[in-house]
């Protein structure tokens, strides 16, 4: 009996190894996961991302051309306006007094011109009278000349009074001029972006009273790395983008500038681009995104 389980055993190992060596087969079959190797190609490219702030040409601080006190403020921050458009006034009361006195001096001064002119014409008469008595020998050669003296003497009244009227109407011009500069008016087409100044407060020249800027065109300014310099020209259209955006709305700008050289300090090159039509969402001094590719 002992034989027999001994014999029973070997059987089962045996039958065990046959199984094993049935099921390694299957095992080296099993699927092993593939690696993919992309090779790229000469048509893919890679985009380069630049920043700048957005710019337009027309910006400036109004300044004060003549001292004087503010007496009214007609536009805020905010307001949209045109050229000439009067944004503040100045307490004219002084420079008018002027110009009323200096349009009175012009107005003397015809007045004198008139009375001269009359009493050239009454000279005019007394010469030629003269001239006639001269002839028939009724009056001596002296009072022949002194009478065309008087009347040489008249006309050269009335070209000295002439002169001073110019003069007279030239001053009452240029006080005129003085008080336009107390007028504070819009440059250029925009918006007010900045108020400086408050009904009565006085200002001197040269301080700021407005800032006021134009919103178009819009104009991006950026620096690319020198690299760039033979890969964006000028007329190349270029994507630009804005994270302050909610909307992610994409726009484009056409390369308007390139600079010649490059800046040695950080290698780089400065570029200004136009945005392309108006924008509802972009605003002056907005910094955005340009996409630039680096194989054009």
Excluded at 48 to 60: D, I, K, M, T
Excluded at 183 to 211: E, H, N, S
Excluded at 247 to 272: F, M
Aim: with cysteine.
């Amino acid at each position: 009996m002992r034989r027999y389980a001994i014999t029973l055993m070997g059987l089962a190992l045996a039958c065990s190894g046959c199984n094993q060596k049935a099921d390694a087969p299957m095992a080296a079959a099993a699927p092993v996961p593939a690696t993919t190797i992309s090779h790229p190609t000469a048509a893919t490219n890679t985009v380069f991302v630049a920043s700048g702030p957005l710019v337009v040409e027309n910006q400036v601080d109004v300044e004060a051309l003549r001292e004087g006190v503010v007496v009214s403020i007609l536009a805020q921050p905010g307001t949209h306006v045109h050229r000439g458009q009067l944004l503040a006034t100045l307490d004219d009361r002084e420079i008018t007094a002027d110009i009323d006195a200096a349009a009175a001096h012009a107005r003397a001064v015809e007045a004198n011109i008139e009375n001269w002119k009359a009493e050239e014409k009454a000279l005019q008469t007394d010469y030629d009278r003269a001239q006639q008595l001269y002839q028939d020998q009724i009056i001596p050669k002296e009072q022949l000349d002194h009478t065309k003296y008087k009347q040489e003497a008249d006309e050269y009244e009335i070209k000295r009074e002439t002169e001073t009227l110019t003069n007279a109407k030239d001053i009452e011009k240029s006080l005129e001029l003085e008080r336009d500069k107390l007028k504070i008016t819009a440059p250029f087409d925009g918006v007010v972006a900045r108020r400086y100044v408050r009904v009565g407060q006085k200002v001197a020249v040269g301080d700021r009273l407005f800032w006021v800027t134009a919103m178009g065109p819009l104009e991006v300014k950026f620096t690319l790395p020198e690299r760039f310099l033979s890969k964006v020209s000028v007329g190349q259209q270029l994507a630009i983008t804005s994270d302050d955006l909610s909307s992610q709305a994409q726009s484009n700008a056409k390369v308007t500038q390139v600079s010649p050289v490059v800046d040695p300090s950080s290698g780089t090159i400065e570029v200004l681009a136009q945005v392309d039509g108006p924008s509802s969402e972009l605003r002056p001094g907005m910094l955005v995104n340009v996409r630039v590719p680096e194989h054009p």
